[in-house]
């Protein structure tokens, strides 16, 4: 599956531009506040291009980002390298897969957002997933998932959606002087 996110990656900002990854990660905050309010050490499996994990580093926490793919880690190391440095040195990512990653740290909260347990397949991949988050948290500590609702997923009838999008190709001279 890396080289299918590998291959989308170069799109995958452009095509979710307009998420709301603040209101998202203020809602996590909200529930991470409410199970412990001295949580600051999130892991994140799944952590895509990063936005997420930049939102919370933004709110004082700790971010651990773990993705499968390695286009997509470079997008987050980019998007760290430009963000303020208070702000990127709350943040690491590395290279892993859901199901089978060790960081051999524990963290206070661990996050596997927009789907990424749907992508699990098998119950031995789900159930490898979990794994990998009780693995990581320290005692007492909370795992946030979302997921895909089987029966809403059944019943909802399909729609067409279309996303219309443009990249431009800039020289360096255009870029410098946006």
Not at 126 to 144: C, D, K, P, Q
Request: charged share 20%; net charge negative; hydrophobic share 40%.
């Amino acid at each position: 599956m890396n080289q299918v996110f590998d291959s989308y990656a170069r799109y995958y900002d452009l095509m979710y531009q307009d998420k709301d990854y603040v209101t998202e990660a203020k809602y996590v905050t909200s529930l991470i506040t409410k199970h412990n309010s001295q949580a600051n050490k999130i892991l994140e499996l799944g952590c895509g291009t990063g936005a997420h994990a930049e939102h919370f580093a933004r709110m004082g926490y700790t971010v651990h980002g773990v993705d499968m793919s390695k286009e997509m880690l470079a997008l987050a190391e980019t998007r760290k390298a430009g963000l303020p440095e208070d702000v990127a040195a709350r943040l690491s990512f590395s290279l892993g897969d859901v199901r089978t990653v060790r960081t051999e740290k524990t963290y206070d909260v661990v996050i596997s957002l927009f789907h990424v347990m749907s992508y699990q397949s098998t119950n031995d991949d789900v159930n490898s997933a979990f794994e990998t988050a009780a693995r990581h948290l320290s005692l007492g500590g909370l795992f946030l998932f979302d997921f895909w609702y089987g029966p809403a997923v059944l019943t909802q009838q399909p729609d067409t959606r279309v996303k219309g999008l443009r990249t431009v190709k800039l020289g360096l001279h255009e870029l410098q002087s946006l």
